[in-house]
């Protein structure tokens, strides 16, 4: 992996090693991600979407959200929506404003973390007390073990298994229970500068790797069945007809309309931080996180140190550099402050054991 060309954002503390989103299903040892656009005048793409941001009629916006979400709303109080989240501040965020501004019937979906920190346990509670249904979904911790070791030794990337099954749970589901849309929290876009994740979803294929392992060696050669890898694998769902089905999968709705709330109303994390402080008490860690100077991102799982520090090892990008540079993009944080900040803490190791 080359990192001698590295450049950085003139705008953010981003460097040019940021991945993008790329085909997950299609990442084997030794494959390149994307990497983040710089254009050139030396801004990345992110800092591109967020200074477009500044130029949106958001009320345009919100007046698209509430005319979509009339189609999909029910009269007689079944779930209408579903929302994925684990009680973060972005999917506390959600939840609410989908159930209490715009009298959707929300039915919240949960991939458990890996193992849960005792702050992340506490804030799924106020989620929910906020009076929402929730489906949490635990993977089988013995195959999910086994995907993440594979991922870590194949790919230096173990949270990927997670990411597979975060993102493909809530379509599938969606789809099982007859419930038409899905809202996320976050467009991709807005870390990534390209178009979000739900412009853009990856077509089923029989060349399918998981953990760096094509399916069929995960059952011919590591004893997995097609029932065990059946949540990571990809969903056909996301708003598009031309997607097959997998034989043995019957939906009740053919096509889950799937997207991002943060494409309709002006999102920052702080924000939202604020917002989930406000309506479901919140709780933020009661130190920095490690790896970085904030308190409130990503907190539910112990496995996030070692994701981010894996990150740092592979591209030389690590928390720090992912929080700053969104905290200068929303006006909270100067570059130069956030220059500070990365030196100070983006190599810092993980210290609690997963």
Same mark, same amino acid.
């Given at each position: ?8 954002? =003139? ?48 009320? /345009? ?19 209408? =929506? ?8 972005? /999917? ?35 989620? $929910?007390? $906020? ?24 790919? @230096? ?71 065990? @890898? ?46 989930? =402080? ?42 720090? /550099?992912?929080?700053? /540079? ?6 909270? @944080? ?21």
């Amino acid at each position: 992996m080359d990192l001698i060309d590295t450049k950085f954002c =003139v705008r953010c503390v981003i460097s040019s090693n940021r991945p993008v989103a790329s085909r997950e299903y299609a990442r084997v040892p030794g494959s390149e991600p994307g990497r983040m656009a710089f254009d050139a005048e030396g801004v990345c793409g992110a800092c591109r979407v967020a200074e477009a941001k500044s130029k949106i009629d958001w009320d /345009s916006r919100e007046a698209e959200l509430v005319e979509m979400l009339g189609r999909y709303k029910r009269a007689d109080g079944r779930p209408d =929506v579903l929302v994925p989240g684990s009680g973060g501040k972005d /999917s506390v965020l959600a939840a609410h404003l989908l159930k209490a501004r715009y009298g959707m019937h929300p039915l919240t979906v949960t991939w458990a973390p890996h193992a849960y920190t005792e702050v992340g346990r506490r804030n799924f509670y106020r989620w $929910l007390d $906020l009076g929402l249904d929730n489906i949490l979904v635990t993977p089988n911790p013995k195959v999910h073990r086994l995907l993440t070791k594979l991922a870590f030794t194949n790919l @230096l990337h173990p949270f990927q298994p997670f990411i597979l099954g975060q993102r493909s749970l809530a379509p599938k589901l969606a789809a099982k229970l007859g419930i038409q849309l899905v809202f996320f929290g976050e467009d991709d876009a807005e870390y990534e500068g390209t178009a979000g994740w739900q412009e853009k979803p990856e077509r089923p294929t029989d060349d399918v790797y998981i953990a760096g392992v094509h399916y069929n060696d995960l059952i011919e050669q590591h004893g997995l069945t097609m029932h065990d @890898l059946d949540v990571y694998m990809p969903d056909t769902l996301i708003n598009a007809p031309d997607l097959r089905f997998p034989a043995d999968f019957q939906p009740f709705c053919p096509v889950v309309d799937v997207r991002a709330l943060g494409h309709y109303l002006r999102w920052d994390p702080q924000s939202a931080y604020y917002y989930a =402080v406000e309506h479901a008490g919140f709780e933020c860690n009661e130190q920095r996180t490690e790896g970085t100077y904030s308190r409130y991102n990503s907190i539910d799982d112990r496995m996030d140190p070692l994701h981010y520090y894996t990150m740092y090892t592979k591209f030389g990008i690590g928390r720090a /550099s992912h929080d700053a /540079s969104q905290e200068i993009r929303n006006g909270y @944080l100067t570059r130069e402050e956030g220059v500070a900040l990365v030196h100070k803490y983006d190599a810092e190791p993980p210290a609690t054991r997963v």
